[in-house]
């Protein structure tokens, strides 16, 4: 049955004592409404479908800080200067997107109604973990496009609110889940924030010093890969920052962190490497 | 092999509203009331896991009286209804009218095709921008709908309940006020009835929140709201 139940009542498939991932429930109900689940053929890579780019992730004594850059290329065109790439996943966890554009927003709001169907279904949230691999498990389903060019690759960053910390889950596109300490950083630019980030994480940052250390990373990796856009001072556009503690996701309003990136590159002005690391 | 008697449709349809109305009159009651700031659902129900009252989206919420095995599945079914349009199209595309119609047509053909009609009754509440755009539809087991408004009592003793909530209810209480009438409404099930806040399930759709509306309230916010009231309609009789 494939119409919707609009004025014929619910499906029997509904009424299912079925599964509480609403994934699994498309796919059973209508399965074209997958992202992975389209036959392409050939390759996508001629097509210059816009890429997302660079993502940071931070941790710090109670919580984690989720980043990106606000560009999307296609070749070597900047298909957007404004996109924005790191969500809400649910109450307590974001999500960040690098790779193909199109396909990684359908993921993460696939992966956003994934985790509320499952609160609302079960009446409880799902684990940290529990989160971490649903997601690993939608990316595998995406490997057939992924094989065709069509790559996504999530970041995932969490409160844990049975051990009280921030936590940090990276992907590859086979859907292989990793979690990382400390801080890292996915996308075209990583490479170069990798480094900053490595120079400039100390375990006992503040909220505050973990905003300067992504948009610090930010701006590295923009000065470097020309696929990452840094801040822009003359339209107002600054990195997305988003806040995960135990008291839930919050984002980072623009104009906070437009004072920090108008610090950032004040500073630059007068050591364009950023800061200098102790020697020893 | 034995030929069944026959028996006159308008007789199956009587003993099967029968039969249905004795099993939901078994069962506690719940009320669901507009206030100032959005709809309040109040359920004499002592149980913490199984839930009589469950947000379905962002705006709409679920209150069921009846067979517990049959309104969860048509809650789990309204939640995957809504979930799935909201996918494919907006959230802001899913709304309470489309939900009710889907369960009344589901509802309705249960009740004439399977052996046995669901012995459930249930509300399905979207809060609006303000109080005259609050829709409350409450569906019974053949599948009829009623286009409620203030406010709805259903469940065992539904008539007694339903006559408090009409003495006591105004339109725009607050939050505490409508909880107070809720409460007292519902102990008129029995003679002796006294609610306490372990007793009680109580959830809002609260149309100041973001987005997700749905909020359940703590015993303890609970008790301070009964408390609230309480102290109110103390100073309000002795101003009179």
């Not at chain 1, 840094?230 to 004072?259: H, K, M």
């Not at chain 2, 907006?90 to 669901?118: H, M, W």
């Not at chain 2, 359940?216 to 002795?238: N, V």
């Amino acid at each position: 049955m494939a119409s919707m139940p609009m004025g014929g009542g619910l499906p029997g498939v509904f009424m299912n004592s079925g599964p509480s991932s609403f994934a699994d429930f498309l796919g059973a109900y209508r399965p074209e409404l997958l992202p992975g689940n389209r036959v392409a053929q050939g390759s996508a890579e001629h097509l210059n479908i816009p890429h997302a780019t660079t993502i940071v992730a931070v941790t710090f004594p109670g919580g984690v800080i989720m980043a990106g850059d606000r560009r999307a290329t296609a070749g070597n065109v900047i298909a957007q200067r404004d996109i924005e790439k790191v969500f809400p996943a649910d109450e307590y966890s974001a999500v960040a997107i690098a790779g193909t554009a199109g396909i990684g927003l359908e993921m993460t709001r696939l992966f956003q109604v994934e985790l509320e169907h499952y609160e609302k279904m079960e009446g409880r949230l799902l684990s940290l973990e529990g989160k971490a691999n649903r997601l690993a498990t939608l990316i595998r389903g995406n490997l057939g496009m992924a094989m065709q060019g069509l790559v996504v690759v999530p970041l995932f960053a969490g409160y844990d609110l049975e051990k009280g910390v921030g936590r940090i889950f990276s992907y590859d596109a086979a859907g292989g889940r990793y979690e990382e300490h400390d801080f890292h950083s996915i996308g075209s630019g990583s490479v170069f924030a990798r480094g900053s980030l490595k120079k400039l994480w100390r375990p006992d940052l503040s909220e505050a010093d973990a905003r300067i250390v992504c948009v610090q990373a930010l701006y590295d990796a923009a000065d470097d890969d020309s696929a990452t856009g840094g801040p822009d001072l003359t339209r107002g556009i600054f990195p997305v920052l988003a806040s995960i503690t135990d008291d839930g996701f919050r984002r980072v309003p623009d104009e906070e962190v437009g004072d920090v990136a108008r610090a950032v590159v004040e500073a630059r002005y007068s050591s364009p490497g950023g800061p200098n690391a102790p020697l020893r | 092999m034995s030929m069944p008697f026959y028996v006159a449709p308008e007789q199956q349809m009587k003993d099967r509203a029968d039969y249905a109305r004795k099993g939901i009159a078994r069962g506690r009651s719940v009320v669901v009331l507009q206030y100032d700031d959005g709809i309040l659902f109040v359920a004499d129900n002592p149980s913490r896991a199984l839930h009589k009252i469950s947000e379905i989206y962002d705006r709409i919420a679920f209150a069921a009286v009846g067979k517990y095995n049959e309104f969860e599945q048509l809650r789990l079914a309204g939640v995957r209804y809504a979930d799935v349009n909201g996918y494919m199209y907006d959230r802001s595309d899913v709304t309470a009218r489309g939900l009710a119609n889907a369960y009344a047509q589901s509802l309705g053909a249960i009740f004439t095709e399977q052996t046995k009609p669901y012995e459930v009754e249930l509300v399905v509440a979207e809060v609006g921008d303000d109080a005259s755009s609050d829709q409350i539809y409450r569906l019974t087991f053949d599948g009829s709908v009623a286009d409620e408004h203030g406010f709805v009592a259903m469940g065992g003793a539904a008539d007694a309940v339903a006559t408090a909530l009409k003495e006591g209810y105004r339109d725009g209480e607050s939050l505490a006020e409508a909880l107070r009438v809720a409460v007292h409404a519902l102990q008129q099930q029995d003679a002796d009835r006294v609610l306490e806040a372990e007793k009680l399930e109580v959830a809002v759709l609260d149309r100041n929140r973001d987005r997700r509306l749905f909020r359940r309230l703590t015993p303890t916010r609970i008790d301070e709201l009964l408390a609230r009231s309480a102290d109110g309609s103390a100073e309000a009789s002795t101003e009179e």
